[in-house]
């Protein structure tokens, strides 16, 4: 079955907490996205990755930290640093530029909420 | 920079009336354009794309786009709505250069029956 999954659905993070979103894809894509979506504004790019080992800063990249060691995952790290962390963070993932098709394909999300 | 511009952030419309969803787009080179679909408790979902061809793009449901690259503009329109399309619609776009996306605001589609 294949797919994109992220983890938790739901999560707390106290002041001054790093936390850690999953994202794990099985589609085969090079391409992975991560974006924040907050309501009335859409969805906003925090980091974006065509290839393993390599990533590259959104538009709101600040306060937020990812790797890229495998190329069906891409983890997500809020740190301490990112002041409004509370929204709702969505995985994606596409074939990349190598296929003309760069749909992008979406996972459940996970809301993070600050206690 | 690339950004994506949705004129209406909320639109109400009863079942059978028309719709055009507005998408503006500010990017100097090659992109590739999507209108995306969110309903209510799913995933986000590809309505339609452009990426070469013919500009007037068909998808789902009956949804079609046209890519007026003078104006760049790639606005969604639904000749009949039904009450299912009450939903989220997303305009995108991905510069071809860098695989960077960007999305517009959103517009929420409420069709009453």
């Known amino acids: 079955d294949g797919g994109i999954t992220q983890s938790p659905k739901y999560l707390f993070r106290k002041e001054g907490q790093n936390v850690t979103l999953s994202c794990e894809q099985n589609?085969?894509?090079?391409?992975m996205y991560w974006y924040r979506q907050d309501p009335g504004q859409g969805l906003r790019l925090i980091y974006y990755?065509?290839?393993?080992?390599?990533?590259q800063k959104g538009d709101i990249a600040e306060g937020y930290s990812v790797s890229r060691e495998k190329k069906e995952s891409f983890p997500l790290t809020v740190t301490s640093a990112q002041k409004n962390p509370t929204a709702f963070y969505l995985c994606?993932?596409?074939?990349?530029?190598?296929?003309?098709?760069?749909?992008?394909?979406f996972g459940p999300g996970t809301r993070l909420l600050v206690l | 920079a690339q950004s994506v511009s949705q004129h209406n952030h909320h639109v109400i419309l009863s079942e059978a009336a028309s719709l055009e969803l507005g998408c503006n787009y500010s990017?100097?080179?090659?992109?590739?354009l999507f209108w995306y679909v969110q309903y209510p408790g799913q995933h986000l979902q590809l309505l339609l794309k452009?990426?070469?061809?013919?500009?007037l793009v068909k998808g789902i449901k009956g949804f079609e786009a046209e890519f007026i690259k003078s104006k760049f503009s790639f606005n969604l329109r639904k000749p009949s709505v039904q009450w299912s399309d009450t939903a989220e619609y997303f305009c995108?776009?991905?510069?071809?250069?860098?695989?960077?996306?960007?999305f517009g605001d959103g517009t929420t589609l409420t069709v009453k029956p």
């Open positions: 994606a993932s596409s074939p990349g530029r190598v296929s003309p098709e760069e749909t992008q394909y």
């Open positions: 589609l085969n894509h090079d391409a």
């Open positions: 990755s065509q290839i393993v080992n390599d990533f």
């Open positions: 990017y100097g080179g090659t992109v590739n």
């Open positions: 452009y990426f070469s061809g013919d500009p």
């Open positions: 995108a776009v991905i510069n071809t250069n860098a695989g960077k996306s960007t």
